[in-house]
């Protein structure tokens, strides 16, 4: 039993990294229909970002708490930079362009920012500074629930919990719904439809930020690849869950997460992708807008 | 040329990307040895490039907007005389007994290296040709491409190991390599000509139906669901063919050889050379396997340079290199009087 549990805080705790990644995914393609294939680049780059801040800070000797808060500060403003640059640069020209044509200039982005980093910093595996301390009341149950795990996952309740309020309370939030659902409507209606696009992927991006630099904390090494793997992972997740649909991402990604989880625990590492990936085949097939996607009709 | 709000903005851009280049071209830290070394010099480099480049797109830009409607007829004209080419079946003739000689020719007159570089172009013509029928002309998104690839290397490299077939085997290993280019050339040629009959075939004509309105098709008859699985298995035949020449090429194939990356660079050649186009999708296989390749000169910054020229190319040619004429029928050539040049 304590096995099983040990297993399922491990994939909850995976599949909210996910689930944060994946927000990003599905709130650009709920917006623009783009699957924005540099989103895991941006969360790598959060990820580097708050380790050279963080190493820097303790070699300088900052106390724990304030290297925690400014190094997630910088992880997210500079992410969030880079996703307003990158929506400036590769998709913002091509609004109009063929359905494909912004998919690949995503994927050229995507080669560009993993080769960026590797020319600026090192291909070598970084490790990166232990972040969050291991609470003391956490001893009786470490060996099933580790304190990061805990960490992680109220985290990214209280993020998600702060980013339902902002999209269903908040004029922006209310803007992007209507952005996605009809772009030129909204345009009618008076909403600036380019400044909600770069709000969406600001928003985005500062929750790859976050989703970096909690899992770099947890796994304890980075490298500029790390982003295309979780990339993938992410938009898996995302699909799973219903493209497009918010509540649909985090689901999908708890749900990868905790097949990874089982698969790997009960039956060997080496097959937790097929095992995730047959997952996502068998879903679609019952349901092809993935767990809680609308059926998209279309009249004529 | 540019005005002052021009270099006011390139100036603001500059200052942007220093920014934004800040932590990681300028910090970098050894936590083993935990040194931080500030190299501010790179801020400079960054402010100095980024505002050349503003200044250089700006200036394209206005160029562009001046030459549009010149560089469009420039463009249909380029592809009409290569569709006249191969419409005429003499030229078509001329045009293969040409390239089979200089596929003869190519291996005797140049290094195994260079063979080597244009075996690779060509295999990456013939799927970038393969996945254009199932993106191009009927509109699907396939992005699993490569696993038809790794099928067929797979299939050959099975069967040669276990049962010795393959009539690869018998091929010695120094001529090997001129013949392989040989054979490739062919396939792409034969490649070219399926293709473009299929494009104007009663099937073709319903994939790029379905590719530009699904619901208009099946009012007009069109089995939607056996269209789209005869383009998605053409699709995967030419990959197949072209997995097994991988394998017999390389002797040696794993995993690690399909991998999600390979589909994205067929994908990029079918919608960089322009969606549809059969022209399009060799000059865009050819650009993209050879561009990486000649650019080993910039050794490390290769991939960097790559990545950067995908989406320059998508922001200044979303349409693709060459991007298909759509045929359209005239009842009456005397009411439609050509278009002034």
């Known amino acids: ?300 | 040329m540019l005005g002052f709000k021009e270099i006011k903005n390139g100036l603001l851009v500059s200052l942007w990307f220093v920014f934004l280049t800040f932590p990681l071209m300028v910090v970098k830290v050894d936590p083993v040895e935990r040194i931080v070394s500030w190299r501010w010099e790179n801020s400079i480099y960054v402010a100095i490039g980024t505002f050349v480049i503003y200044c250089v797109v700006k200036i394209i830009m206005q160029h562009r907007t001046g030459n549009a409607a010149v560089e469009k007829e420039a463009e249909q004209e380029k592809e009409s005389i290569i569709h006249r080419v191969l419409a005429s079946p003499k030229q078509k003739y001329t045009l293969i007994a040409l390239l089979l000689a200089v596929a003869i020719a190519f291996p005797q007159f140049s290094s195994s290296y260079q063979t080597n570089v244009m075996t690779t172009a060509l295999m990456y013509v013939v799927l970038g040709l393969g996945l254009n029928i199932v993106v191009g002309m009927a509109g699907l998104l396939d992005l699993g491409y490569v696993a038809f690839y790794a099928v067929g290397a797979y299939t050959y490299a099975l069967l040669n190991h276990h049962f010795d077939l393959g009539f690869w085997a018998v091929l010695p290993i120094g001529g090997g390599m001129a013949a392989i280019f040989g054979i490739l050339l062919g396939f792409m040629i034969v490649t070219i000509f399926i293709v473009n009959r299929l494009q104007d075939s009663r099937l073709g004509r319903a994939w790029i139906a379905l590719r530009e309105d699904e619901i208009a098709c099946q009012a007009m008859g069109i089995d939607k669901r056996r269209t789209k699985l005869v383009a998605f298995a053409l699709g995967a035949f030419w990959a197949g063919i072209i997995g097994v020449v991988f394998a017999a090429k390389t002797t040696f194939i794993n995993p690690a050889s399909f991998t999600f990356l390979e589909s994205a660079i067929i994908l990029a050649i079918v919608v960089l050379g322009g969606m549809g186009s059969i022209v399009g999708v060799i000059l865009g296989a050819l650009i993209l396997i050879l561009l990486p390749e000649y650019l080993r000169a910039l050794s490390e910054y290769r991939m960097l340079a790559f990545g950067a020229i995908l989406v320059a190319m998508m922001v200044f040619r979303p349409r693709g290199l060459i991007s298909n004429i759509r045929r359209t029928y005239h009842s009456d050539k005397k009411f439609h009087p050509p278009i002034q040049h």
């Open chain 1, 1 to 300: 039993m304590d096995y099983f549990i040990e297993l399922f805080c491990g994939g909850l705790t995976r599949g909210a990294i996910y689930a944060l990644i994946a927000l990003g995914y599905t709130m650009v393609y709920g917006i623009i229909g783009l699957i924005n294939f540099a989103h895991g680049e941006i969360y790598m780059i959060g990820a580097f970002t708050a380790f050279i801040v963080a190493t820097v800070l303790s070699i300088y000797g900052f106390p724990l708490l304030a290297i925690v808060i400014l190094a997630g500060f910088a992880a997210v403003i500079w992410s969030s930079a880079y996703g307003y640059t990158v929506e400036k640069i590769a998709y913002k020209p091509l609004r109009h362009a063929p359905r494909l044509s912004p998919l690949i200039s995503a994927i050229g982005m995507s080669i560009f920012l993993q080769n960026y980093v590797l020319l600026a910093q090192t291909s070598n595996f970084l490790p990166f500074p232990e972040l969050i301390p291991e609470f003391a009341f956490m001893e009786p149950i470490a060996h099933i629930v580790g304190s990061t795990d805990i960490v992680i996952l109220i985290t990214t309740a209280v993020i998600m919990l702060i980013l339902t309020v902002v999209i269903k309370g908040t004029k922006v939030g209310k803007a992007m719904r209507a952005t996605s659902q009809d772009r030129t409507m909204a345009m009618l209606v008076g909403i600036n439809v380019n400044r909600i696009i770069s709000a969406t992927f600001i928003i985005g991006s500062a929750l790859a930020a976050i989703g970096g630099l909690l899992i770099a904390s947890h796994i304890g090494q980075i490298n500029f690849y790390i982003g295309f793997l979780a990339g993938i992972k992410a938009f898996t997740a995302a699909v799973l869950g219903g493209i497009g649909s918010i509540p649909g991402a985090v689901l999908g990604g708890l749900v990868l997460g905790l097949t990874e989880s089982f698969a790997t625990g009960y039956v060997s590492s080496d097959y937790e992708d097929v095992f995730a990936f047959s997952l996502l085949v068998l879903i679609l097939i019952f349901k092809p807008s993935g767990l809680l996607g609308k059926a998209e009709t279309k009249k004529v």
